[in-house]
């Protein structure tokens, strides 16, 4: 099933995320309809907190990233779930990169982030793993790990530059923006 993704404007996209346990109810199919929901919108990871559950759950499909003439071998067959993760090392030279945010539609913003990341998850099935990712597979970590901590990709560029935007955010918490995927917007 395909879920309304939260808009910037939303209070719970600024709230540091719950974990789960093994039995939480209907696990296998909100995976599944979060999978569904992030492939209808064109996105490569999503986070529960934007569809309005405040829990430490992520998918992860970076396979539309791939680029044949340049590749990042790994994006190719880069598909996860993370289970209550948490990121235990950020090592590297930043990098700045162009990012977009399926909770931002029509916003893109050069973001910094470091190269690499060590990370310790649970998978659909809570086996326990612990991993170290680098290039765009650690920055999709990074961008999707912001959700679950109540942080956005634009909290991440200078000050200046948010200001500048202010226009387009206050836009999109309106919901005045074309977006093909179907969005849920924070009413006061």
């Known amino acids: 099933m395909i879920l309304p993704i939260y808009q910037y404007g939303w209070p719970l996209l600024r ?14 199919q909100l995976i599944a309809n979060m999978y569904e929901t992030m492939y209808q919108a064109e996105g490569c990871g999503l986070a529960a907190p934007q569809i309005g559950l405040n829990i430490r759950l992520i998918v992860i499909d970076g396979s539309p990233l ?41 916003l893109r913003e050069t973001v910094k982030r470091p190269e690499k990341v060590k990370i310790e998850y649970f998978d659909e099935n809570f086996q326990l793993h612990s991993e170290e990712y680098e290039g765009m597979a650690a920055r999709i970590i990074q961008h999707e790990y912001d959700h679950i901590e109540g942080i956005f990709f634009i909290d991440r560029i200078s000050p200046l530059r948010r200001k500048l935007i202010t226009t387009k955010l206050n836009a999109i918490a309106k919901g005045k923006v074309e977006c093909k995927y179907n969005i849920k917007v924070y009413k006061k």
């Open 15 to 28: 709230k540091k995320s719950e974990n789960i346990t093994p039995d939480y109810p209907d696990l296998q």
């Open 66 to 106: 791939y680029d044949e003439e340049q590749p990042d071998a790994i994006l190719k067959t880069f598909m996860k779930v993370l289970i209550n993760p948490v990121i235990t090392e950020r090592t590297g030279n930043e990098w700045a990169n162009n990012e977009g945010c399926l909770s931002f539609p029509t």
